[in-house]
Each structure stands twice: as C-alpha cells, then as structure tokens.
C-alpha cells in the first residue's frame, strides 16, 4: 500500500492551466478507473473535485478535469483562480480491496 | 443535507483505546459504505478503512490492521472506529467519509474531522 507519486509543488499565474500527475502501478491506478481528486484548504475538509478518474461532481467548477494513461492519472486546472490555491490529492481503489491516496501536490497561485 | 460528525477524538496514551463515532444524517445511511481517513499533523491523508453498507465486509489499510475494528449501526446511523493499541503514530485527525459510489473509493461527504492525540 505505497502512496501514489504526486509532484510536492505545481504553481501558474492566473488564468493559466496547471496539470498535477498522480502515478501508482498496476494494481491501483493502473487496474481500475477508479481513480478520484480532492481539494482540500488548510483547516478544512477535503472535497471531492474528479470521480471515477473524469466525472466531476455536481457543483464543482468546470475548469477541473481529470484523465489517466496507463499507471498515471491526471488533473489539469484550467484558468487558474486565487481560490484554487490549496492542497489537492489523488486517491485509487486497489487490488486488495483498500484504497491508497497521493502524496499530495501544493498547488500556488503566483 | 448530508451531514457527517465526528466525536470521540481526545488525548491517550501509547497503548490504549480511544472509540471514535460518526453520525450520520440527510441520507439512507444503510444504502453506502463508509470509510475512515486520517492526516497527521502537517502530513497527507491516509485511507484507513471502509465498511460496506450492510456491515458484511471490511478493510483496513495495513498500519491499522488487527488493532482498529469499524464498525456501523444501520439503526442508529453511525459509524464507528475501535482503536486498541495506541501508537504515537496514530496521532491524526480522523475524519469519517461516505463512499459515494458503491464501493468504488471514492468520498462525496466528509465529517469535520476529530483529532486523537496518542502521547504519554
């Protein structure tokens, strides 16, 4: 049950597009499209953001989108806003029924 | 509107048990799994475990495993995290998750979180 790889930082000026990858093997993100986001803002909760590796939830901006190839999952941030400076985390369902989350990526909003 | 709270959380000392519960209101809670997540102090999270809706199957992420038990009461609507055997490393905020798609993994609601602090 290793952590997912996730970069520590990613930052862009607003108005940019950012993209945080989120690698695992095969035996996670890799085995299932089951691979999910979460922002979470320091003190708080995490919220969900990406589903199922590109459904978005009612209510989230449509500038989040998600997208996997082979063994890395991705979220690219598109029109990069103040309020979307924060912690974001990959997490995936894995082979022996457990779930496994990134390593977390702090994203800056220059 | 879906709601989830924690309780229990609290100092303890290395070695002995702390229950936590989450309650759980604004859906059927019977119809979803439900998981446990931490983050220590400053650092990621980390899934813990998940209980299906029923109650029948569950798993723990492999620090956990044979000292925590989850547990859920369909009637009170609450889930439950036993915690024996305390580790300095346990030290978290433990937060309570519904699992929002049968069983994929992935956590639509959050609780607020409860911190357990394992220290002598």
């Known amino acids: 049950q290793s952590a997912l790889t996730q970069p520590a930082s990613v930052s862009g000026s607003p108005g940019q597009s950012i993209t945080i990858s989120c690698t695992g093997t095969?035996?996670?993100?890799?085995?299932?499209?089951?691979v999910s986001w979460y922002q979470q803002h320091p003190g708080k909760a995490p919220k969900l953001m990406i589903y199922?590796?590109?459904n978005r939830p009612l209510g989230v901006s449509d500038r989040f989108s998600g997208s996997k190839s082979g063994y890395t999952a991705s979220l690219t941030i598109s029109g990069l806003q103040a309020e979307d400076e924060a912690d974001y985390y990959c997490?995936?369902?894995?082979?022996?029924?457990?779930?496994?989350f990134g390593t977390g990526t702090k994203v800056t909003v220059l | 509107q879906v709601q989830l709270v924690e309780s229990g959380g609290g100092v303890v000392q290395p070695g002995r048990s702390l229950r936590l519960s989450c309650g759980a209101s604004?859906?059927?809670?019977?119809?979803?799994?439900m998981h446990w997540v931490r983050q220590a102090p400053g650092k990621g999270l980390e899934w813990v475990a998940v209980?299906?809706?029923?109650?029948?199957?569950?798993n723990y992420a492999d620090s956990v495993k044979g000292r925590f038990t989850i547990s859920r009461d369909n009637v009170k609507d609450t889930l439950y995290l036993q915690m024996s055997s305390l580790r300095a490393e346990d030290t978290a905020v433990y937060y309570c998750?519904?699992?929002?798609?049968?069983?994929?993994?992935?956590?639509?609601?959050w609780g607020q979180g409860t911190l357990v602090a394992v220290s002598s």
């Open positions: 997490s995936s369902y894995t082979n022996t029924f457990t779930g496994v």
């Open positions: 095969s035996s996670d993100v890799g085995g299932y499209n089951y």
């Open positions: 604004g859906f059927t809670f019977s119809d979803y799994g």
């Open positions: 209980i299906w809706f029923d109650g029948t199957n569950e």
């Open positions: 998750a519904r699992d929002g798609g049968y069983s994929r993994y992935y956590f639509d609601y």
């Open positions: 199922d590796v590109s």
